[in-house]
């Protein structure tokens, strides 16, 4: 994560899980150095292990729906 500010690392998570941020799309002042040819790729990860027995982990699981890449939570 070099050259990423603590605003540009809360801005990408901000991306990820604001619809209103997300569907703007990236401009060009947010690649680095206005590189608009490099590839942006964020990815985030949540542990939802305790999804048996924790509401809040249900609550995530059922809020994301189709949107999740693979259906490894479905036990």
Request: glycine share 6%.
């Amino acid at each position: 994560m070099n050259d990423v500010s603590k605003i540009n690392l809360l801005f990408a998570i901000s991306f990820l899980l604001d619809r209103d941020i997300c569907k703007n799309g990236f401009r060009e002042p947010d690649y680095f150095n206005n590189e608009i040819d490099r590839e942006i790729r964020i990815t985030l990860g949540v542990d939802l292990s305790d999804r048996l027995k924790n509401e809040n982990s249900q609550h995530i699981i059922a809020k994301v729906g189709g949107a999740r890449s693979s259906n490894e939570l479905e036990t």
